[in-house]
C-alpha cells in the first residue's frame, strides 16, 4: 500500500454513477446522504460529512484505492477545510458580534438624546405656556386700556 508520497489526486474525479439520495432517520430530516455516491467528493457536504462520520459505499472503495499517503493527505486537506471553514464561520460571527455591540451603543446614545430632547421639550412647552399666560394678561390690559381710551374719547366728543 505504501507508495512515494510524490504521488498526486484528483479530488475532482467523479465516477460516472449516479447517487442516490435518502434520508436516515438518525439524521435531520433535511439533511440528506448519499448511499451510493460519494460525499468525499462534493465539496459542498463534504466537510459536514467527514464531521458527522458519514462514508458512503463508494467513498470506501475510492478511499481503498489510495495509498496510505493519499488517504493521510486528502484526510489533512478535508480536516484543513474544515477548519478553515469554521475559522471563517468565527470571524463572521466576531465581525457581527461587534457591528451588534455597535448598534446597541448607537441606539444608548439615541435613547439618552431622545431623554435629553423630551426634558428640553417639557421646559420648552412650560415657557411658552408662560409666555402665553403673560400675553393673555397683558392682552386684557390693553384691550381695557383701549376701552378705556374710546369712552374718553367719545365724552369729550359729546
Avoid: W
Amino acid at each position: 500500500m505504501a507508495s512515494s508520497s510524490s504521488q498526486k489526486f484528483d479530488l475532482n474525479v467523479v465516477p460516472n454513477v449516479q447517487p442516490e439520495i435518502r434520508h436516515s432517520s438518525s439524521l435531520s430530516q433535511k439533511c440528506p446522504f448519499m448511499t451510493n455516491g460519494s460525499v468525499i467528493l462534493d465539496d459542498d457536504i463534504a466537510a459536514a460529512s467527514v464531521a458527522k462520520g458519514i462514508i458512503t459505499p463508494l467513498d470506501e472503495k475510492l478511499l481503498a484505492n489510495r495509498t496510505d499517503d493519499e488517504a493521510i493527505n486528502e484526510s489533512m486537506a478535508r480536516s484543513i477545510q474544515c477548519a478553515s471553514s469554521i475559522s471563517n464561520m468565527a470571524r463572521r460571527l466576531q465581525v457581527r458580534g461587534n457591528e451588534v455591540q455597535e448598534l446597541r451603543t448607537q441606539v444608548l446614545i439615541l435613547q439618552r438624546r431622545n431623554r435629553g430632547l423630551q426634558q428640553e421639550n417639557k421646559e420648552l412647552k412650560k415657557l411658552v405656556d408662560s409666555y402665553a399666560n403673560d400675553m393673555g394678561k397683558k392682552y386684557s390690559e390693553l384691550e381695557m386700556n383701549t376701552n378705556r381710551l374710546r369712552g374718553a374719547t367719545r365724552e369729550s366728543l359729546a
